[in-house]
């Protein structure tokens, strides 16, 4: 296993490898104490409250197996596979796709698919997008996966609402097209799944969205494309276990959540995730939701008010260093750049040879397209550092199951990690539920006629700021 062990490459956060900017070891004693509570407050509450998601890779034997049996019916049954879900019920069953897929996986065969339906995740309701997706498939080939752990998310059951309501226009049985992924005790979509009788999978308790990708949410449409969700798993525990098993500076998670941590404390409040894969693209969308959404509060653990957080940045190597690498290696000292390489690619391009009279050229024939895309992340990464900018590479042996439940993992601790040391819930969302609750209000819900007044007050637009 220690062969396929993701790692983490720090040096360049480091001043005697950057400069002036970087950090000294009086910057890690500075926040020893911070590490110190991270850890013993993870170590006391992992596996309990919000934490539960600290043991989906060891408690789930019973409903894997259901996942892939279920799994293996709508393969054999369906033509394409629907995710209905925003957030975390929508970002990790994207990024899997994009990561373990054939990243043209729609348009080609399904013998290429290897069996696998076509796939979409609608994580929106513009209605011209659910147009879109009416007038691409066919009902009667496709089943719905409704994603939402509150079971009372406005997108996510207006969703379900279109849908069932064109299956039983179009004279299907929506018990035989739709599956729930929905929490068992709390929540609408609960009840709606019991009262019309469709498959449900459970999230767990102490799952919440963002940390939900290991749980039904993410491993249904996972196993529903032929990804082994078993070694998915199993890297997840992986990097869990040489982690928290690990003493502090072996704790790869509480290393890469510290440096953060420091960064955050000198000012350095933007966090650029730049995957150098196409595969890894929203991995980066699903580690800004993560990051974002956890750290980013507005009151501290005991109460106390705050504004604390980082902005979490995507961008995808090479193609952004044609667009934002100019900002980073220039631009103000306001940034982490956490590069993610990948050792092995899983095809390799030769570049033909067939340009020698323009040797400007020619100097690309015969190389690969992977040594290309090598060279210009160290590149870009010397001149970065060159630049004196903090940045970091995570290497993948190869992407796989395994170092892709890793890599998950390891964001997941990291972010806990952090969040303690920040002295904040990482877990709760309450401006999230803020604008839900207002879009409750604004729609009309009952038991929201307190916040639809307050909304009405609180929306007074002047007319001189109008152009
Ligand atoms: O991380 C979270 O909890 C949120 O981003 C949720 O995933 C998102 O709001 C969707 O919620 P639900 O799954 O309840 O529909």
């Known amino acids: 296993m220690e062969k396929n062990k993701i790692k983490l490459d720090y040096n360049n956060m480091m001043a005697d490898v950057i400069g002036e900017k970087g950090f000294t070891d009086e910057d890690f004693k500075a926040v020893a104490d911070r590490v110190d509570f991270a850890v013993s407050y993870f170590n006391q509450k992992q596996g309990t409250g919000f934490m539960g998601w600290t043991k989906l890779h060891y408690e789930q034997d019973a409903v894997v197996e259901d996942i892939i049996k279920t799994a293996e019916q709508v393969r054999a049954k369906f033509k394409n596979f629907v995710v209905l879900g925003i957030g975390g019920s929508a970002l990790g069953p994207i990024s899997v796709f994009q990561a373990l897929c054939h990243l043209h996986h729609n348009e080609v065969t399904q013998t290429r698919r290897k069996g696998a339906p076509k796939f979409y995740v609608e994580d929106n309701v513009d209605p011209e ?126 290393t890469a959540a510290t440096l953060q941590y420091i960064a955050i404390n000198k000012g350095h409040n933007i966090s650029v995730m730049l995957p150098y894969a196409d595969g890894l693209k929203y991995i980066a969308d699903w580690y800004c939701q993560l990051w974002g959404e956890s750290l980013g509060k507005n009151q501290y653990m005991d109460g106390t008010p705050c504004n604390v957080g980082q902005t979490p940045v995507k961008a995808l190597g090479v193609t952004d260093q044609h667009s934002q690498i100019q900002l980073y290696t220039e631009g103000p000292f306001d940034k982490v750049i956490t590069f993610i390489a990948v050792d092995k690619y899983r095809k390799k391009v030769t570049i033909p040879q067939g340009c020698e009279e323009f040797p400007n050229v020619n100097f690309l024939c015969g190389h690969t397209m992977n040594e290309l895309i090598t060279a210009e992340r160290k590149a870009t990464e010397y001149a970065v550092t060159k630049a004196g900018k903090l940045n970091h590479t995570i290497y993948l042996p190869v992407l796989n199951e395994f170092t892709l439940g890793q890599l998950m993992m390891m964001f997941e601790l990291k972010t806990a990690y952090c969040g303690f040391m920040l002295n904040i819930d990482p877990f709760n969302q309450p401006g999230v539920e803020e604008g839900k609750n207002a879009t409750y209000a604004l729609l009309g819900r009952p038991g929201y006629e307190e916040k639809a007044k307050e909304l009405k007050a609180g929306t007074k637009k002047f007319k001189k700021y109008m152009m």
Not at 181 to 191: P, R
Not at 209 to 233: H, N, Q, T, Y
């Open 129 to 254: 997008r659910m147009n879109a997706l009416l007038t691409t498939i066919k009902l009667k080939e496709t089943c719905f996966n409704v994603i939402t752990k509150s079971g009372s998310t406005s997108e996510t059951m207006t969703q379900y609402l279109v849908i069932k309501d064109a299956l039983e226009k179009a004279g299907l049985n929506p018990q035989d097209h739709i599956i729930t992924t929905t929490s068992a005790n709390s929540g609408n979509l609960i009840k709606i799944a019991k009262a019309d009788g469709y498959k449900t999978f459970y999230i767990p308790d102490g799952v919440g969205g963002r940390f939900s990708e290991l749980c039904p949410v993410g491993l249904l449409p996972a196993a529903v494309l032929g990804i082994d969700i078993k070694a998915m798993l199993d890297g997840a525990k992986y990097m869990y276990e040489a982690c928290v098993n690990a003493d502090n500076a072996n704790n790869m998670a509480l």
